[in-house]
Every structure is written in C-alpha cells, then in structure tokens.
C-alpha cells in the first residue's frame, strides 16, 4: 500500500490594491486606512474516485461519485472584507499527479459554500483524470476570481405590498416580487427577481409590518441563469397582509481580486 504526503498550504496575497478607508477622518486627523486583501489558500479535502464496476446500468461506483479527482481548497480572508461571491469563467485550475501527469478535464465548481460571515469559503476543484499509481501526491495551480466587500450597508424600501407582480426599487434598481408561496409550513416563501448584480450582492433581509412590528424572516434560495436572478425569503409564521418595511443588508465596496494559488494534496489533513 502506498503512503501519501502531507498536504502542502501557500498563502496568496493580492498586492497593489488600493487600500480603503473604513471610518471617516476625525477632525485634524488622517483616516484609518484599511490593508490591502490577503487571500490565505489551503487544502481542506482531497477525493480520488476510481472505476467503478458491472455494466452501464448497474452504477455501482466508490462513495456514489463519478470518476476523477477533487480537491477541496479553503479560502480565508480578514476582516473588513468578505468573499461575496466566484466568477468560475475568470478562476482556473490545473491538477498534476506527483509523476508530472496532467489530469484530463480539470475545472473550478462554480458554487462554492461560504461561512454566514463570509470571511471563509471552501471550493472544489476537480478533474476526470486518475492520478498514476505511484502517485504520491495531485498538485492543483491556477487562480481563483472573487468579488470581495469592505462592508455591508442597510438599504430600506418601505410601503412594499408582498403581492406577486409588484415592483420596488432597491436603491435605483428595479426588483420585482416574482412569487408568493405557502412554503413549507413555516410561513409563506417570497421570492424576489432582479438582475444579478443586484440581488447578488444582498446578505439578507430584515422586515416590519405597517404597526413597526418585527417580522422574523430567514433566506429560502438563491439561484438564476446569465444575468436574471431570484432570492427567496421565508416570513415565518405570518399571513402576508398590508404593507411591509423592507430593509435589504448588501455588500458594499466591491471590488475583483484575483487570488493565485498552488498547492498539493496527500494523505494528511491540518486540523
């Protein structure tokens, strides 16, 4: 049996940004200024899916996953920026085996998962190729594109009636209320539809009925194609009537940071 190495971790970081104020000056003093991003890479999981066996029905395969090779990669970030979201067009990867050999068709998972306060975010990167077998180690280089925040700003939109077909805007953007469902028992689910540039950069949403009372309200779903989105918002235990205070937390200070990275993936785990 083969021993695999310890995973070897870099740290990528993004010099030549400009750094960013994030408290106005007080008086006769300079502002605060912010550090430029720094984008720590590690490998957090490593998968290798052999063959599987019988015949094309019979779909019998290790851990129920095609064949290939994945490598989960942990990015981390500091406080005030956020990892809002990845443009997997402008991110690339390549996986090597420890004996030089390239993995067939490697690519970058489009979704990856964030912690809810988005300082973290795991993302797979995966190829169809198997590693030789005595393959030591895969390597995985290339770069990850992120859209990263210095913060988060409160957008409020009142008098909104929750009624399918009806339109706000959010900030100078148009967003529609594109369904009212019953959800699933714990109140009715409203799903909002805008661009993606808008309803892509919200956090989450916060509401009052017309009285000032607090609605508790909690994310059901995101998702879209291109350029139209949808985000879903669950308003628990409640029977939508009148008008609603809305207020919308989005990532502000956006900005595209390219972060490069090249690590290596064995049999051992940091932890």
Avoid: C
Avoid at 10 to 20: Q, R
Avoid at 115 to 126: C, F, H, I, N, S
Avoid at 197 to 215: E, F, S
Avoid at 221 to 229: H, I, K, L, Q, V
Wanted: glycine share 12%; no cysteine; charged share 20%.
């Amino acid at each position: 049996m083969r021993h695999l190495t310890a995973l070897v971790v870099i740290a990528a970081t993004l010099p030549g940004l400009a750094a960013a104020a994030d408290k106005k000056p007080k008086k006769g003093g300079k502002a605060a200024a912010v550090a430029a991003p720094s984008v720590k890479i590690s490998v957090a999981g490593y998968r290798v899916v052999g063959p599987g066996l019988g015949g094309e029905n019979d779909n019998v395969r290790p851990f129920n996953w095609s064949q290939g090779v994945t490598v989960v990669v942990a990015a981390q970030v500091s406080a005030p920026y956020g990892l809002v979201e990845l443009d997997k067009e402008r991110s690339a990867a390549v996986l090597t085996d420890s004996e030089g050999n390239v993995l067939a068709d490697p690519s970058v998972d489009w979704s990856p998962d964030y912690t809810k306060d988005r300082l973290a975010a795991m993302v797979e990167l995966e190829a169809k190729g198997l590693p030789g077998e005595g393959a030591t180690h895969v390597g995985a280089k290339g770069n990850l594109m992120f859209r990263l925040s210095t913060g988060v700003k409160t957008v409020k939109v009142p008098g909104v009636k929750l009624e399918k077909g009806v339109t706000f805007k959010l900030g100078t953007a148009p967003v529609t209320v594109a369904e009212v469902g019953e959800g699933y028992g714990s109140g009715p689910v409203v799903e909002f539809k805008a661009t993606k540039a808008v309803l892509g950069v919200v956090k989450t949403l916060r509401a009052k009925d017309a009285k000032g009372t607090p609605v508790e309200v909690s994310w059901s779903s995101t998702g879209g194609f291109n350029e139209e989105w949808t985000m879903g918002f669950t308003f628990k235990g409640t029977e939508l009537k009148g008008l609603y205070n809305l207020e919308f937390d989005v990532w502000d200070g956006l900005r595209d940071v390219n972060v490069p990275y090249e690590v290596k993936a064995g049999a051992g785990v940091a932890h």
